[in-house]
């Protein structure tokens, strides 16, 4: 009998170990789906920082590097200017991008550095037990904003993908959900073209994906995709944020 | 073969075009500018890149990429820089990943001064970042050593599959002095055959440092250990100076190593039996040097820091000899006769003896 449906070849057989219902698994699937269908596991090398995006080193099937947390795309940068004709992406949490990490993803993306990144965007420090990130939203109860995300103290949330974008580098920025088989799809549709820009050395891409965290949430599966589709959805602008000449006519 | 007069600063990136080095990400700080400066004008002409990094944080991961690439890479700075970079060296260090750093000393704490300084000897020598890891750390004397050392730094680290630190002072890095520019030394390197360079043709590689089983992080560390112990065994280096008949033995590195030097030599026109150990890897420490030295009945360390290798100095000969220091602080340099006032007084040697 044929076999219509299986393991992406861009990801190793180890067995994923997130928590139920957590949806690392599910971008990591459409990375991996997307670099077997590029044919170009075997030129990728990935990188991944702290948090739960550092388990991911062992889910694909390219090489990959583990970064301190916030520096992956430095490490990144690193990497692209000694091996220009390869494939470089990170792969990184809200948290890490977007706070530890902000001078890099800026300054990645105003030197148009060729590489993607995909943010994965849950709310919280996930891994470190659901504190406040920068991308909390307000109101959002956490472990260090146990009566709620106070704008007066912490600030309002930030939306990186549409800070990043203002950046002339910047050539491909997209933000994407995972909570539905029809955001499924179009997130992978984002994923692919934020790795043919680099392809085409175009400049800088990245993909922002809004990811469950029920563990932290204290929510089920099922509740944590309602979560997300009320109360972050509003709040973080959505589809293809800024696509540039070369990257429109991919 | 031909001198060329060069900075100290320049003579360190001239070697680093001449070995290899094909990448380097930096920032701009006092007094170590000319290394960048130096290698943004010629890195490019020799087929290479210079990245300036948005900070040190940024340069030094940049350079943990390079490095999992296979590239022979370099970054510089200066003390306050320096620390900037603590934590990569730290990632640096447990990923065993080759980069040549250079930390053109100033003074500090805080942001200090310009002057020359030793200051960071402990910061270098003893990790400085988290976690038990040692780096290789070399300290160049001359302009010609920041050339030589530099060359040398680059094949220790690809040998060990280690960072390599060369400690140079405001002093080394700004002085201009006849450098001849040798080829590079023709050493056998082991294969880089465990770079994550994408793995078309091979299984997958990862070059990490993540660890949340306790047997593996134990096992982990004491693989490290090992390897820093061979080091330890192997590449301790050091320059003895009429050290082997002496009464009286100073010890120092870098620029105090050159003036400790005049010193020696004065002193033995003065009929005072005066030697010296001029430590050139600060770590590994150069114990060794101090194996057959019984007859010395006193040591005098010359340190631009308030007493950091001292330390080092009183481990090393076990308390056998007393060891005595001086040292200047914040910028200034210690002169001839003020080491041999020191050594008279602390040693209470007959005045007409110096």
């Given amino acids: 009998m044929e076999k219509i449906f299986g393991r992406s070849a861009g990801l190793t057989e180890l067995p994923f170990h997130y928590c139920p219902g957590c949806t690392h698994g599910v971008i990591h699937r459409l990375i991996g789906e997307v670099l077997a269908e590029l044919d170009i596991i075997g030129k990728t090398i990935g990188v991944a920082p702290v948090g739960c995006a550092g388990f ?195 | 073969m031909p001198k060329v007069l060069m900075k100290g600063n320049e003579a360190v990136a001239e070697a680093a075009i001449r070995c290899g080095c094909k990448l380097f990400f930096g920032y701009p700080i006092t007094p170590s500018t000319e290394i960048v400066e130096y290698l943004a004008k010629h890195l490019p002409q020799a087929g290479g890149t210079v990245l300036q990094g948005e900070d040190e944080i940024a340069s030094i991961n940049m350079c943990y990429g390079a490095a999992t690439a296979g590239a022979r890479v370099m970054t510089a700075s200066s003390s306050p820089g320096f620390s900037l970079k603590q934590e990569g060296l730290s990632y640096l260090a447990a990923a065993e990943l080759p980069v040549v750093v250079v930390n053109v000393n100033r003074t500090g704490p805080g942001l200090g001064g310009l002057g020359p300084s030793q200051s960071d000897y402990f910061q270098c020598t003893k990790g400085g970042g988290h976690g038990d890891y040692r780096l290789i750390v070399l300290a160049p004397s001359k302009g010609q050593e920041l050339y030589d050392f530099t060359m040398e730094a680059f094949d220790l680290a690809d040998r060990h599959r280690t960072p390599v630190l060369i400690m140079s002072d405001g002093f080394l890095g700004q002085m201009m002095e006849p450098i001849e520019l040798k080829d590079p030394p023709a050493a056998l390197l082991p294969p880089k055959d465990w770079i994550t360079d994408g793995c078309e043709g091979r299984t997958k590689r990862k070059i990490a440092s993540y660890s949340l089983t306790n047997e593996i992080g134990e096992a982990n560390n004491l693989h490290w250990q090992a390897k820093f112990e061979q080091i330890r065994q192997t590449e301790q280096r050091w320059e003895n100076f009429h050290a082997d008949d002496a009464d009286y033995l100073l010890v120092g590195y870098g620029t105090c190593g050159r003036i400790a030097k005049s010193v020696v030599l004065e002193g033995r026109k003065r009929g005072l039996k005066l030697g010296l150990i001029r430590p050139i890897t600060l770590w590994p420490f150069p114990e060794k040097a101090f194996a057959n030295l019984e007859k010395v009945k006193g040591i005098l360390t010359v340190e631009l820091n308030a007493g950091q290798m001292v330390e080092d100095v009183r481990l090393a000969v076990n308390c056998r000899t007393p060891v005595e220091l001086h040292t200047r602080l914040g910028g200034m340099l210690p002169s001839e006769n003020e080491i041999l006032g020191k050594l008279t007084q602390v040693f209470a040697l007959p005045a007409g003896e110096v």
Wanted: charged share 15%.
């Fill in chain 1, 56 to 250: 991911s080193l062992d889910f694909f099937s390219c090489d990959f590097v583990g970064a301190a947390h916030g520096r992956a795309q430095a490490v990144a940068t690193g990497i692209k200017r000694a091996l220009p004709e390869r494939i470089v992406f990170t792969y990184q949490g809200d948290g890490d991008i977007a706070a530890i990490g902000t001078a890099h993803a800026i300054h990645a993306a105003a030197r148009g550095e060729k590489i993607t990144s995909i943010m994965v965007n849950n709310a919280v420090f996930g891994m470190t037990g659901g504190q406040m990130a920068p991308t909390t939203l307000s109101g959002q109860v956490t472990t260090t904003s146990p009566y709620g995300r106070d704008c007066a103290l912490a600030g309002p949330p930030i939306d990186l993908p549409k800070t990043l974008a203002t950046l002339e580098g910047a050539v491909y920025i997209a933000a994407g959900s995972v909570d539905t088989p029809k955001n499924i799809i179009q997130a992978k549709k984002m994923i692919k073209k934020a790795f043919q820009v680099q392809q085409h050395g175009l400049g800088f891409a990245l993909v922002s994906l809004l990811s469950t965290c029920p563990t932290n949430w204290g929510l089920s599966p099922v509740d944590s995709l309602k979560w997300l589709q009320d109360n972050m959805l509003p709040i973080y602008q959505m589809g293809e944020i800024k696509v540039t000449g070369g990257a429109a006519a991919l």
